[in-house]
């Protein structure tokens, strides 16, 4: 069992940056696949960013893909969302989520275990 919690959400201007953290319980988290969703209002969950458990394999949203860097400490059971230059349309309430497969996957059905989320506004 793994528990999430993400922070570093926040209101900011377009072209700022923010990073996000998502903590982890438990001691299999460094065996994980993680990942970074995103939920717009009115919108369908979306994935931004996942990293395996090595952070060997990492894929991005391709609209993303040249301002957001996903990384993980897994002595520190962290994991982390980078994000630069953001834009109004980046609005969203962002979700980490944990996979047990360990595949780096970009859709939400692979994953076991998601926390509740952060809640990030960017104003133009």
């Known amino acids: 069992q793994v528990q999430l919690a993400e922070t570093g959400g926040g209101l900011v201007q377009a072209g700022d940056s923010l990073r996000l953290s998502c903590a982890a319980s438990g001691r299999t988290f460094s065996s994980y696949a993680l990942g970074w969703f995103r939920q717009a209002p009115g919108k369908e969950r979306e994935a931004v960013a996942a990293?395996?458990?090595?952070?060997?394999?990492?894929y991005y949203k391709d609209s993303i893909k040249a301002r957001f860097t996903i990384s993980r400490d897994n002595a520190n059971n962290t994991g982390y969302l980078q994000m630069n230059s953001l834009k109004p349309e980046d609005t969203a309430v962002y979700y980490c989520a944990a996979s047990r497969k360990n595949i780096p996957s970009m859709k939400a059905s692979d994953y076991d275990y998601w926390g509740q989320g952060t809640q990030v506004t960017v104003s133009s």
């Open positions: 990293i395996n458990s090595r952070g060997i394999n990492i």
